[in-house]
């Protein structure tokens, strides 16, 4: 009988037995698991125990396939049932009886419960579903304890090539999935995830500053979806949570709107400020039968992605600063304006270039680099240019820390209402749409009635 230190190296630098032989080799560190050798080169992981009277070969699988750190896990497992008292069959089963990652991830979805014992959101799982197509194929079909920190290494390196962030999110949702089998006692090995190094952190602090803000709100009055974005700026309220906005949940005589469970599991009470109402009672007057404020035709019955809609209102805002700077008179400014009515992208080629001939640089002016969630950290920010304390910012946000949750939960509506209050006034102001105390009409979509 003979006997190796296995390792990818040595089991590739062995040789073939001659036509009609075979060769078993057993491993040093786990002595019972052996490798058999065929003429034909191909090589198989057993566990070889004695059972009774006989020997039990347990077949594992194949290298290169399944790897030496694979192939050890099994056997580890394989011995332990042995210890227990199965016989062969019993092992197999076991082994065979593991779920694969993808079994585990949609155990994962249907029993994971958040903090108050809610299941996961519709929406929750939807992203997890893309993240596992789209970055968890590679380890999808293996077993648990087939998954290798490699592995995981190697899915985390491939994806930050693409998206840092979205690449330790892929290793957060096996991190998850392992957590879960091992706390329903599924599983009881190592989570191979824990010990993946994440990427640098970036902390994201973009919001529309003074100057963006009356070019930026000019392109959102332009839009189809501009009541969307613009309760989500005077709002701060989660995307998510706008979208799905019923009329049930609003007050406008009261100007609170309750969120019922919000990302936090969570219920949230967001005070309107006077600007919100009047979007919203302008918004109800011209409502269909649809329970929600901003109707879908898809299966959720309310809007779900504006994103398309978000990046025009981005282009738009950005041509908008550039004319600015290019101090057009009368005349040619409403030949702009017109050119931007028929057609952004050839708007933005004719004043692009206008701009390289005067020397200006249109990239000094663009704000494409705001997302949607930032004009929730827009008004979170205009809070604090405003004076806000971090508790009320907290409050008004549904921010949820271990720290700060018991101050949060002293608070009461009517400083966050003021704090809201403030920083939107102050908004409207910087972009030339409110004077003093008074609400002017918000910008309404050009040409609308």
């Known amino acids: 009988m003979a006997n190796l230190k296995f390792s990818k190296t040595t089991l590739l630098a062995m040789k073939a037995p001659e036509a009609g032989k075979r060769v078993t080799i057993y491993d040093t560190e ?29 077949k594992l699988g194949s290298f290169p396939d399944m790897t030496v750190e694979q192939a050890r896990n099994e056997a580890q497992k394989i011995l332990g049932e042995f210890a227990s008292g199965a016989n062969p069959a019993e092992a197999r089963r076991a082994v065979r009886g593991e779920p694969t990652f993808a079994e585990a991830f949609e155990d994962f979805l249907a029993g994971k419960r958040k903090r108050d014992g809610s299941p996961l959101g519709e929406r929750t799982k939807r992203d997890y579903h893309d993240v596992f197509r789209l970055y968890l194929s590679p380890v999808a079909g293996k077993k648990l304890s087939q998954i290798q920190r490699t592995d995981l290494k190697a899915i985390h390196k491939k994806t930050t090539a693409k998206s840092a962030a979205q690449a330790d999110r892929a290793i957060a949702v096996v ?21 993946v190094q994440k990427n ?69 009470n967001v005070p309107l400020s006077p600007e919100a109402v009047m979007v919203l ?17 898809g299966k959720t019955g309310h809007l779900v992605e504006p994103k398309r809609a978000w990046s025009t209102i981005l282009r738009t805002a950005s041509l908008l600063s550039l004319l600015e700077a290019l101090k057009l008179d009368d005349a040619a400014r409403q030949e702009a304006d017109t050119l931007l009515e028929q057609g952004l992208s050839h708007a933005e080629e004719r004043y692009h270039a206008e701009a390289i001939n005067a020397q200006i640089n249109p990239a ?11 004009l929730r950290r827009t008004l979170g920010s205009w809070q604090a240019k405003t004076g806000a304390s971090l508790a009320i910012i907290g409050k ?43 609400v002017l009409p918000l910008p309404t979509k050009r040409g609308a009635a």
Do not use: C
């Open 175 to 195: 991190s998850s999935v392992f957590t879960y089998m091992i706390d329903q006692e599924v599983f009881s090995g190592q989570n191979p995830a824990s010990r």
């Open 30 to 58: 786990i002595p019972k698991l052996a490798i058999r050798v065929t003429h034909a080169g191909a090589r198989t992981f057993y566990v070889v125990k004695r059972s009774g009277a006989s020997m039990a070969w347990v």
């Open 200 to 268: 640098p952190a970036t902390d994201r602090d973009r919001f529309a500053q003074g100057h963006e803000l009356p070019h930026l709100l000019d392109a959102v009055a332009r839009s189809g979806q501009s009541d969307y974005f613009l309760l989500s700026l005077l709002t701060g309220a989660r995307r998510a949570n706008v979208q799905a906005m019923a009329w049930r949940d609003l007050d406008l005589p009261g100007a609170v709107w309750r969120i019922g469970n919000t990302k936090n599991g969570t219920p949230q």
């Open 396 to 438: 008004s946000l549904n921010h949820k820390t271990h720290q700060a949750t018991a101050i949060y939960a002293r608070l009461d509506l009517d400083p966050v209402r003021q704090s809201v209050n403030t920083a939107t006034a102050a908004m409207l102001e910087a972009a030339g749409l409110k004077e003093g105390a008074t």
């Open 364 to 374: 000094d002016f663009a704000m494409t680099d705001l997302r949607i969630h930032d």
């Open 281 to 297: 009672k302008a918004r109800q007057g011209r409502a269909d039968t649809s329970p929600f404020v901003f109707p879908g035709t």
